[in-house]
């Protein structure tokens, strides 16, 4: 057990002997405040967690007095939230896309800007299509598990190098019977040797070495945040083999940080892809950019065609990478939908 620091020793003095569940919540959402974006909401969710209850219950429950192993064991999450420990990992329990997945420190606490990749790659699936689909580094699963739950007849396969982390995306997949899902281990494409898919879409690390963000996010392992010294090496490694796993006007879907769409856009074009666009996330940086393969570059028969070339809005805007950083704000699914540009599917 870590020891608690001196912001929780302040904090345990302002309690009362027998302190109730609101008080506990007020002093603990004080002590957070300073060390967390959502300081109520941090306290909230850890004696949710301790007392095993929705947070409905914490006021239900607001005058009953906290046991004294409840507050031990209250006081040790928030220690461990004060450190920088993710409140996902705390809790072991992380949002996506209206889907409550598992997450553990095998994988990358899904982020609320990865639900723009969803969207994207949404308006490119027809509901009523069998699409093939591929989510390279596939962490928890958030990626293809929100595909499934909203394109039950697509044929996703999800790839990671990381045996843990895909453990983790099963063992979610099961949870949330969504049963459609292939699960590969392996590095890249070399876990789909001779496939093609209507769609790829790929999360993958994209912060460099070096990049001074990476202390913050100390906490989520490093083979998912950072692929090499540029930041770019496994979003290059992807675009380069991309086309020959994809069928003809088959798309290619890429989160990166916000200063590197240009690169993106220069690799997808070297690559010979078409109808390369970059969209911003919520915040306006340019956080996901597509392209789509034009026939010439793949070998496999036209009846396999994907989703449509629509047009869309284009930007290039940039930023440092620090957008890798946590944010425990969720943008709800419906409010994405509202401000999805419409996209044509065939
Ligand atoms: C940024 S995380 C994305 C996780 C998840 N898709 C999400 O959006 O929350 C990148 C993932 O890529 C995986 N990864 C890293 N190198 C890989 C490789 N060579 N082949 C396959 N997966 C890889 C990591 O294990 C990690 O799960």
């Not at 308006?123 to 990626?143: C, E, K």
């Not at 890429?254 to 969209?279: C, I, K």
Request: glycine content about 6%; charged content about 20%; aromatic content about 4%.
């Amino acid at each position: 057990m870590r020891v608690a620091p001196d912001a929780l020793n302040s904090a345990a003095r302002e309690l009362t002997v027998n302190p109730t569940v609101a008080e506990s919540l007020r002093v603990a959402a004080r002590t957070l405040a300073g060390h967390s974006d959502s300081p109520r909401l941090d306290a909230e969710l850890l004696l949710c967690q301790v007392l095993n209850l929705p947070r409905s219950g914490l006021i239900v429950h607001g005058t009953d007095p906290l046991s004294a192993a409840s507050r031990a064991a209250y006081d040790n999450l928030l220690a461990q939230r004060l450190q920088g420990e993710p409140i996902a990992y705390l809790t072991g329990t992380r949002e996506f896309w209206s889907l409550a997945l598992t997450v553990t420190r095998d994988v990358l606490v899904p982020r609320p800007e990865t639900e723009l990749l969803v969207e994207q790659a949404l308006a490119r699936l027809s509901p009523d299509r069998a699409h093939t689909v591929l989510d390279l580094g596939t962490g928890s699963g958030a990626i293809a598990l929100a595909l499934a739950a909203e394109r039950p007849l697509a044929r996703i396969v999800g790839v990671d190098v990381s045996a843990p982390a895909l453990a983790v995306a099963q063992h979610n997949a099961r949870k949330l019977e969504l049963t459609q899902i292939d699960w590969r281990l392996g590095s890249w494409f070399d876990a789909v040797p001779g496939e093609r898919f209507d769609l790829i879409v790929s999360n993958p690390p994209y912060v460099a070495a070096a990049d001074p963000a990476l202390r913050r996010l100390s906490a989520e392992p490093l083979l998912a945040l950072a692929p090499g010294p540029t930041g770019l090496e496994a979003l290059s490694a992807i675009v380069a083999r991309a086309a020959e796993h994809l069928h003809p006007h088959g798309w290619l879907l890429l989160e990166h940080g916000n200063a590197q769409a240009p690169d993106v856009t220069r690799l997808l074009e070297q690559h010979g892809f078409g109808h390369v666009r970059s969209y911003p996330d919520y915040a306006g940086q340019p956080r996901v950019t597509l392209g789509a393969v034009e026939s010439t570059h793949s070998r496999s028969s036209a009846s396999h065609s994907s989703a449509s070339h629509s047009s869309a809005s284009h930007s290039s805007a940039s930023r440092s990478s620090d957008s890798h950083l946590p944010r425990f704000r969720s943008l709800s699914s419906h409010s994405l939908r509202l401000h999805s540009s419409h996209q044509e599917i065939t």
